[in-house]
Antibody, heavy 122, light 111 residues
Framework: QVQLVQSGAEVKKPGSSVKVSCQAS????????IGWVRQAPGQGLEWMGG????????NYAQRFQGRVTITADKSTTTAYMELSSLRSEDTAVYYC???????????????WGQGTLVTVSS | QSVLTQPPSASGTPGQRVTISCSGSSSNIGSNAVHWYQQLPGTAPKLLIYINNQRPSGVPDRFSGSKSGTSASLAISGLQSEDEADYYCAAWDDSLNGLWVFGGGTKLTVL
């Protein structure tokens, strides 16, 4: 059974960066896309982008282009999401999720990580 | 403003049947499968329905999904108090380089 465990909560200043990790265990890592989805307080889900580790290529939502970098380390089966130039509106819970089938970003997500709260405040 | 449109709220009494709609366009629901996620309070989303109407193991058959054209719906029959949660539809969108789009979520209240 695949499990995704994310890093802990972060408090960041406006203008800084945050890097959230997502470690996978219990299944194949490299061939399955990992996506990142965020949820602002009281709001819905928003896809930020994803990566298929074996290809090493990332796909980003247009609104985050230039601010988000998604990477993966196959040796530690860990994916990372780094968001820069943080502003208060980036305060949210950030989730990683694994695609259900290999080799494509367009397969539905299952399972999800537990979420990481990132608070941006001066 | 979410790409997929869901009603913000729905409600029903125990035992009732409720449906939640999800409306999209030709680039997402019209050409790709719809998936549904359930988010219980304070927890991560959980897959509820995949490829329009498939239930993962462990999901009760009270939950069902359907899709027609650029719209989809989730039905919950025999409503139970533990079904009180937020429900999100999602679909892959073929715009640009491709991206995931979600509905704004529907908060289901069991009266």
């Amino acid at each position: 059974q695949v499990q995704l465990v994310q890093s802990g909560a972060e408090v960041k200043k406006p203008g800084s960066s945050v890097k959230v990790s997502c470690q996978a265990s219990g299944g194949t890592f490299s061939t399955y896309a990992i996506g990142w989805v965020r949820q602002a307080p009281g709001q819905g889900l928003e896809w930020m982008g994803g990566i298929i580790p074996i290809f090493g290529t990332s796909n980003y939502a247009q609104r985050f282009q230039g601010r988000v970098t998604i990477t993966a380390d196959k040796s530690t089966t860990t994916a990372y999401m780094e968001l820069s130039s943080l502003r208060s509106e980036d305060t949210a819970v950030y989730y990683c999720a694994r695609a259900s089938l290999p080799a494509a970003m367009s397969n539905w997500f299952d399972p999800w990580g537990q979420g990481t709260l990132v608070t941006v405040s001066s | 403003q979410s790409v997929l449109t869901q009603p913000p709220s729905a409600s029903g009494t125990p035992g009732q049947r409720v449906t939640i709609s999800c409306s999209g366009s030709s680039s997402n629901i019209g050409s790709n499968a719809v998936h549904w996620y359930q988010q219980l309070p304070g927890t991560a989303p959980k897959l509820l329905i995949y490829i329009n109407n498939q239930r993962p193991s462990g999901v009760p058959d009270r939950f069902s999904g359907s899709k027609s054209g650029t719209s989809a719906s989730l039905a919950i029959s025999g409503l139970q108090s533990e079904d009180e949660a937020d429900y999100y539809c999602a679909a892959w969108d073929d715009s640009l380089n491709g991206l995931w789009v979600f509905g704004g979520g529907t908060k289901l209240t069991v009266l």
